[in-house]
């Protein structure tokens, strides 16, 4: 329940705070006084829009401050506290910020939390009505979703399960597509990679063949002169046993060690001189054999250079088209026949996928029948419930029926013999209709209804709700608009019956309603046209009677209107 108000700086109020009944609540006043900046401030509270206009010229930035008593363990203490709201014994305080530039803050029990929190509480704790709502209630979806919040769990159930399957099917409907549209590019395609992988087996390449066979054709290419050089450095360092006076390095090196070897014993430092001297003995014998080996070696076959080049051509032509080189032509080929499976299984998927749509199609039927049958079952209840209300609103002969239908299409699905369109809630179109009185058709309501009538078939609508889904607050925004004489009167009496069961703030121009309010409360401007703490004031005793006759006849002191707004009072407390 909504406690008390604090709002600052936001449209004409300057600094005002409206304290609630715990019943029923009236908020009057002159028009362009404030009062739907109360509508506005709740609606901040809980959530709404931050719009920077709201703020009022001078002033940096708009606050509403709001004192919320919640039941304990109530669904909204839990989320408050998963927030990390602090309660003060059952007692939430919720403000938000609106800035000119457009920022808004929201703080829920000294915590900022993000604003969408706040709309999470909204939902458990106040159900805000106005003439948006009104007209809201003219479309036909939103005459669905009321008879769906009304029939509860057997159409929530069934309707959870068919959204889930819904939304499969369009997931499997627009991957079927896909796959059908580009059958011809992935044909393609795969012809593509087929003819590349064909062309790769055909040459059967190694990895890192072609680093290989460069090595090789160079080797080859230059034979003759790799072997004269190895002749010459073999002769070098061994000797050429041509020319026995020739001196080489095997001798040379050979003579230098034995020199040393004769002395080492009397200077460590020469002794180990002498051992290098050795080493490289040994190496200069190593080169030397393996220079004489490779002579032997060398491979100077004019076909082999031939086969080598050969090959190195028809590499060359694969890592023209497939990599930079054969290890990259290699990886193309495994990527290529991964891409060219997964297109040959495009056939199998897609037989897979029309199954699958196939079998979801079955399914939706099934719970869209069953959504349609819970919605019949529920409309009429539905329908009788709020006949009823309206019966206490001044209409007694008026009533109120659901027509819910389906539409023919050839590409839906099967309900009740017929194969109609659904969408994304099922199968079935629903309307409210009304009937105002006997022998008059059943008509749309948003083509047979008065402004009057239509405003109180919201409210019958609303009475009914808190019958099966309360809500602790119910705010009406000039929920009577359009209505008055004894309409206007019985529709005081059903707001404060339904405030024995829930907090009713109203906001309203007609005394009938007024009067039966346990509290009124008057917005009115000061001389500069703003409203402060003082502008928003309770009434009671005298100050109520000429509020009431103000709205009664524009005169305060008319003893005529007083009269009636004393009667209006009398009359309200006689059916409290």
């Known amino acids: 329940m909504l406690e008390e108000m604090r709002i600052r700086s936001l449209g004409v109020i300057d600094d005002a705070v409206v304290e609630l009944s715990p019943g029923f609540t009236a908020v009057t006043g002159e028009t362009g006084a404030g009062k739907t900046m109360v509508v506005t401030s709740l609606g901040l509270l809980l959530g709404g829009r931050a719009d920077p206009a709201l703020v ?34 059952g007692t939430l305080l919720v403000s938000r910020t609106v800035s000119a530039e457009g920022r808004s803050r929201a703080f829920l029990g000294g915590r900022s939390v993000p604003v969408g929190v706040l709309a999470e509480l909204a939902d458990e704790l106040v159900a805000v009505h106005g003439q948006t709502d009104q007209q809201g209630l003219l479309r036909p979806a939103r005459q669905r979703e009321a008879l769906d919040r009304y029939a509860g769990d057997a159409v929530a159930g069934p309707l959870a399960k068919y959204a889930g399957a819904y939304r499969r099917l369009r997931a499997v409907a627009v991957e079927l597509e896909e796959l059908v549209t580009r059958a011809r590019e992935r044909s393609q395609e795969a012809d593509l990679l087929r003819f590349g992988l064909d062309e790769i087996a055909g040459v059967e390449p190694l990895p890192g063949e072609d680093v290989e ?39 040379l090196v050979a003579g230098a060690h034995r020199a040393l070897e004769s002395v080492r014993s009397h200077d460590p430092a020469l002794a ?43 590499l060359t032509a694969l890592t023209r088209k497939y990599g930079e080189d054969i290890t990259a032509v290699l990886a193309w080929a495994q990527e290529s026949a991964d891409r060219l499976t997964e297109l040959d299984g495009d056939d199998d998927r897609i ?21 349609t049958d819970a919605r019949t079952e529920a409309a009429a209840r539905f329908a009788e419930a709020v006949t009823a209300e309206l019966a206490s609103l001044a209409m007694p002969h008026a009533r109120v029926s659901f027509a819910v239908g389906q539409s023919e299409d050839p590409e839906g699905v099967e309900v009740g013999g017929r194969t109609v369109a659904y969408g994304p809630t099922g199968a079935d179109e629903v309307e409210l209709l009304l009937a105002p009185h006997p022998g008059a058709p059943a008509r749309p309501i948003a083509k047979g209804a008065s402004g009057g009538e239509l405003s109180r078939v919201m409210l019958a609508v609303e009475v009914v709700f808190a019958g099966t889904d309360p809500v602790p607050t119910y705010l009406f925004d000039e929920v009577d608009a359009g209505v008055g004489g004894k309409a206007a009167v019985e529709i005081g009496r059903r707001l404060a019956k339904l405030a024995k069961s829930a907090q009713v703030v109203v906001v309203t121009h007609l005394p009938q309603v007024a009067a039966f309010a346990d509290r009124q409360l008057l917005v009115e401007k000061t001389n500069d046209g703003s409203v402060t703490r003082s502008g928003v004031t309770v009434l009671e005793g005298e100050d109520r009677v000429r509020e009431l006759s103000r709205m009664l006849a524009g005169q305060e002191d008319s003893e005529t209107a007083r009269a009636h707004a004393e009667e209006l009072l009398a009359t309200a407390r006689a059916d409290g």
Do not use: W
Request: aromatic share 0%; proline share 3%; net charge negative.
């Open 213 to 251: 066979l460069a090595a090789e054709a160079e080797r080859l290419g230059h034979a003759e002169a790799l072997a004269s050089a190895a002749a010459l450095a073999h002769s070098a360092l061994a000797g050429n046993p041509e020319d026995p006076e020739s001196v080489d390095g095997a001798t």
């Open 56 to 89: 009022r010229i001078g002033a940096k930035a708009a606050v509403v401050e709001g004192r919320i008593a919640l039941r304990p363990g109530s669904s909204a203490v839990l989320r408050a506290e998963e927030a990390g709201a602090e309660l003060d014994e």
């Open 272 to 314: 180990a001189l002498a051992e290098r001297i050795g080493e490289v003995a040994i190496l200069l014998g190593d080169v030397a054999g393996e220079l004489a080996g490779y002579a032997d070696d060398l491979d100077a076959d004019p076909l082999r250079l031939a086969a080598v080049e050969e090959r190195r051509a028809a």
């Open 351 to 371: 037989e897979q996928l029309t199954a699958e749509r196939d079998g979801l199609r079955g399914e939706l039927s099934v719970l869209a029948q069953e959504l």
